[in-house]
C-alpha cells in the first residue's frame, strides 16, 4: 500500500532541518515506521536477531548509510541512543543525520544522554479522522484562534461515528470492511500482553484487568484506589494498602511507557496557579477503539448504549485534538488539557498556544446538548475574565464538539457548534 500522508509529516521535515536526529515516539502500529521511511533514506531494523547483535557488539556498525538513517524501534538496543547523540556532536553541525522510531521508552538506566540540542521528541498518534478521509476539515483549530468560521449545513451520521471509534485510527485497517477493522484493536491487545517484557508490573491477566478497569472508568478521573478495588487489590476490610497503591501507579506508568494511555493534564488561567499541577490527571487511551475491545463492545453494542456511546466518542475527540494540537504552529507538546475546579465546573478540553491564546471545547454526542455544553463553556469564560491573575481573559473560542447535528453554526452567545467529522489541525 502507498504511504499515506500523516500531519505530522511537516514537522518531522521541519526538525529534520533544526536537528541532527528526530525521534518519533507512540504506540505500537500507529504507522511510525511508514511515516520515518517516508523522509528516510536507508533503515536499521531490530527485527533480525544478527543486526541486534551485531548493535550489541559494536552499535557503529549499523549507524551507517544514506541520511537520513531509519533506526527502527531504537530502544531494543538502548545504546544506539548514546551512540546517535555521539554520531551527531561527531557531525559538527549537519542536521537531519537519524530517525529513530520508539513504541517504548527503555527502562531508566540504559541510556547516559537526554539527548537535548540533538535529538528532538516528536509523539505520534494513530490516525486522526482528516487523515482517514472521514473529516472534511472545512473546520480548522488555527482558523478558530483566528476566528475563522463559516456556518453551513453538514451531513453527520451516529452509525458511522460508532463504527469510527470502535475500528479506530489503525493504518492496518485502512480500506477494510468495519467487521475486519474491528479485529484490529483486539489483536493490537494480544500482541500487546503476549510480548514479552522484563519490565511488565505484573502477569498478562494483571496487565490486561488494569487495562479493563481504566476503559470501565473512561471519562472521569478515576483514582488508583479505584483501579486497585477493580484488580482486586484490598485488604480484607476492603481498603487499598500502600503496597497496592504503588503497585497500580507501576501498572499506569507501565502502559504511560508504552504511549497505550495517554494523561490529560488540569488547566488552569494563570500560567503559574498551582491548580495546573495539583487537578489530578485523566486517564485515557491512545485510541478509542481500545477501550472499545477492552469491553467487548462493537458498533452495535454503542447504537444501543449510549452512555458508553457518548465515552468513546469523548475518547475520538481527544485523540484527534492531540494530533491537530501536536501539529499546530503555536502549540507546545503540553498545549491539551481539561478544566474542573471545585465549584463542579468540568470542561472536557481547554488548547492554550504558545503566546497565552486559549480555547475551551466541550464534547456532546448530540447537538441537541449544546445548550448545557454552551452553558459551561460561558461560565468558565466568565471565570476566567473575573481572575485578575489571568494574562489572557478572553477566549479565542468557545467550541461545542458533537457527533450529530444538521449544521454547524455559531449561537447568539458565540459559542460555536460543529461536528468532528469537519474539524482539522
Known amino acids: ?25 507512540g504506540t505500537m502500529w500507529s504507522g511510525k515506521t511508514w511515516t520515518a521511511r517516508a523522509h528516510g533514506e536507508s533503515e536499521v531494523s531490530f527485527d533480525r536477531r544478527q543486526t541486534r547483535e551485531l548493535a550489541e557488539m559494536d552499535v557503529d556498525t549499523v549507524l551507517g548509510g544514506p541520511r537520513p538513517c531509519v533506526i527502527d524501534e531504537w530502544q531494543v538496543v538502548p545504546e544506539v541512543w548514546d551512540a546517535v547523540r555521539g554520531k551527531v556532536d561527531e ?91 474491528q479485529v484490529v484493536p483486539a489483536q493490537y491487545l494480544d500482541a500487546l500482553f503476549a510480548k514479552e517484557d522484563e519490565n511488565a508490573p505484573g502477569s498478562e491477566r494483571e496487565l490486561r484487568t488494569f487495562l479493563r478497569s481504566l476503559a470501565r472508568n473512561i471519562g472521569s478521573a478515576a483514582t488508583l484506589d479505584t483501579i486497585a478495588r477493580d484488580m482486586g487489590l484490598v485488604n480484607s476490610d476492603g481498603k487499598v494498602s500502600d503496597a497496592s497503591g504503588r503497585k497500580v501507579r507501576a501498572f499506569l506508568d507501565y502502559f504511560l511507557g508504552r504511549y497505550v494511555v495517554c494523561d490529560l493534564e488540569g488547566w488552569d488561567a494563570p500560567i503559574k496557579s498551582p491548580r495546573r499541577l495539583r487537578t489530578k490527571p485523566k486517564h485515557g487511551f491512545a485510541d478509542p477503539s481500545l477501550p472499545a475491545a477492552l469491553l467487548g463492545a462493537g458498533s452495535q453494542t454503542l447504537m444501543g448504549n449510549l452512555q458508553l456511546f457518548g465515552q468513546l466518542f469523548e475518547e475520538l475527540c481527544l485523540r484527534d485534538l492531540r494530533i491537530y494540537t501536536s501539529v499546530m504552529k503555536d502549540a507546545h507538546p503540553d498545549s491539551l488539557h481539561y478544566y474542573r475546579d471545585s465549584d463542579g465546573l468540568e470542561v472536557d478540553a481547554v488548547i492554550e498556544l504558545k503566546d497565552g491564546r486559549w480555547g475551551a471545547i466541550e464534547i456532546k454526542l448530540g447537538a441537541n446538548k449544546a445548550d448545557a455544553a454552551a452553558h459551561s463553556l460561558i461560565r468558565l469564560r466568565d471565570k476566567v475574565a473575573a481572575n485578575p491573575a489571568a494574562r489572557n481573559p478572553e477566549p479565542s473560542f468557545l467550541l461545542v464538539l458533537v457527533g450529530k447535528t444538521d449544521y454547524q453554526y455559531r449561537m447568539p452567545n458565540g459559542v460555536i457548534v460543529a461536528p468532528i467529522t469537519e474539524l482539522t489541525a
Open 1 to 25: 500500500m502507498p504511504y499515506m500522508p500523516r500531519l505530522i509529516d511537516s514537522i518531522v521535515d521541519l526538525h529534520l532541518k533544526a536537528f541532527g536526529a528526530v525521534e518519533i515516539a
Open 91 to 181: 557531525a559538527a553541525g549537519k542536521r537531519g543525520l537519524y530517525i529513530l522510531t520508539g513504541s517504548s521508552r527503555p527502562a531508566k538506566g540504559k541510556t547516559r544522554h537526554t539527548g537535548s540540542g540533538r535529538i528532538s521528541r516528536l509523539k505520534m498518534w494513530p490516525m486522526s479522522l482528516f487523515e482517514l478521509g472521514a473529516s472534511s476539515g472545512s473546520v480548522s483549530l488555527s482558523g478558530l484562534f483566528n476566528g475563522e468560521f463559516e456556518s453551513r449545513p453538514v451531513d453527520t451520521s451516529l452509525e458511522r461515528l460508532a463504527s469510527l471509534a470502535c475500528r479506530g485510527g489503525w493504518p492496518a485497517a485502512f480500506g477494510l470492511d468495519d467487521e475486519a477493522a
